[in-house]
């Protein structure tokens, strides 16, 4: 890995998310969620987007989506100032980031389970037997700092990384268990099962952007096999031609198109590295803040 420059890189992030058609018809909530935090004087951001499942069986999972991006952006942000380095060290803090994650989505379900306990009628579904399946999303995210950047992913969705030359890459290994009809889940009895980590040494892969996604996005696409690597350039396109400002002003148009076609929420949220990009307006960011 390269020597840091004085100033750390400038990260800005970016999100949206659309509810989709189907759930419009049935008059289901968004079951998806988005969580972005940045510190720009530290080159420090997270990102994160979940799927509730949506199934009957997994009834509040718009709650455990939500619940899912809050704990992740959390854990996350602790680990930020020991990711010195693109090397197993981090991988394996990354890692223990990830049980930390699961083990604080499941505090969180439980505290809301407690306060909102299951009907009856829920209880006929099972609910109280296995209690975090009606709680059931999975969860994507990506943290930078500096020039270190670090991936986890419990069940679908897409992680993409995109080098300064428009070349999009996956930096997490495939799920063998994903097989477009069942995803692993935050839920599950061994969610760790599930954990993919990777990091990567920004820098040196002279990473521009990153974007996150739910599979509502990829799954409406017809070339399913290249969606992402095409995606990756033309963001990185209109990230330097238009300006980050008029990306987030698009983001919903380009959202609705894959929720109204393939029916299903879809959500992305970026991570842009400002120098590599060749943007100088990281004043776009649409953190949210996240208590300490």
Known sequence: MTDRPDADPVWTTLSGTTIGSVHIRDELPIQDAVLTWSDQAQGHAVVAVADGHGHKFHFRSDTGAALAVISAVEELRRILPDLRAADEAARERVARA????????????????????????????????????????????????????????????????????????????????????????????????????????????????????????????????????????????????????????????????????GGDDTTMALLVRNDVAGIVRPDLADTVPVPE
Request: charge should be negative.
């Open 98 to 261: 990830g049980a930390a994650i699961v083990e604080t989505w499941t505090a969180k379900v439980e505290h809301h389970l407690t306060a909102n306990p299951y009907s009856p009628a829920e209880d006929e579904l099972g609910a109280s037997a296995d209690p975090l399946r009606a709680y059931g999303s999975t969860i994507l995210a990506a943290a930078a700092a500096g020039d270190v950047m670090a991936f986890l992913q419990i069940g679908d969705g897409d992680s993409v990384l995109v080098a300064s030359d428009g070349t999009a890459a996956r930096p997490l290994p495939e799920d063998p268990d994903l097989d477009g009809l069942h995803t692993s889940s935050l839920c599950q009895p061994r969610p760790l099962d599930a954990l993919r980590v990777a990091v990567v040494d920004a820098d040196a892969d002279q990473v521009a952007l990153v974007f996150l996604c739910t599979d509502g996005f990829g799954r409406s696409r017809v070339d399913a096999d290249g969606w992402w690597r095409q995606t990756g350039e033309q963001l990185l396109g209109f990230a330097r031609t238009h300006g980050l400002g008029w990306v987030r002003e698009q983001l919903p148009e380009w959202l609705a198109e894959p929720a109204l076609i």
